[in-house]
């Protein structure tokens, strides 16, 4: 038995989750932040919990808000002697957070298959078990160990949910 399978499943394990079913084996994925990640690990996917409030709300209901932070983490030395016309790793970085299909075809403008975004708002409700959710995107360069510089891509997405509160006898 995992360990997510005793407990209910929070936004980060839902997200993991649906991210892992998005991509499969082409990211090494990681429920929380590490602080060094050597570059064999890259690419990679974090998700981390990295606020959170609850609420009392109707009787026996709090409402849990979860702000769930994903970092998809690319080698920034894949970049290094590229030439003028190449896609660099923030490109890639962009297309596989929130790329769409192009102008020319029958699906223009909406999500590819393989993104955060498709993964996200195609199955945002996750087995209706979120209420609503905001989403932001941001990039950055990190250094994540002694020789490992990554392109990072942050996709922050606020989830509101209903716990149940046990009884008072």
């Known amino acids: 038995m995992q360990e997510t399978d005793r407990y209910y499943k929070d936004g ?8 892992k079913d998005t991509f499969g084996n082409q990211f090494s994925y990681f ?3 590490p602080e060094d990640i050597a570059a064999s690990q890259l690419p990679c996917i974090m998700v981390s919990e990295t606020a959170g409030t609850i609420e009392s709300d109707a009787t026996g209901v709090d409402r849990i808000t979860e702000t769930v932070l994903i970092i998809v983490a690319m080698n920034r030395k894949d970049d290094i002697g590229a ?6 790793t923030e490109f890639k970085l962009r297309k596989i957070v929130k ?37 932001t995107t941001d990039f950055d360069i990190i250094q994540r160990g002694e020789d490992t510089f990554t392109q990072e891509a942050y996709v922050t997405v606020t ?4 716990a149940a509160v046990p009884s008072r006898e």
């Open 12 to 19: 980060v394990a839902r997200i993991l989750e649906l991210l």
């Open 31 to 33: 429920n929380g932040q």
């Open 83 to 88: 030439g003028e016309d190449t896609n660099l």
């Open 99 to 135: 790329g769409q299909y192009p102008e020319s075809h029958a699906n223009a403008g909406q999500y590819l298959p393989e993104t955060v975004m498709y993964a996200l708002r195609k199955n945002i409700t996750m087995e209706n078990a979120i209420l609503s959710s905001d989403i």
């Open 159 to 162: 989830l509101q949910r209903l």
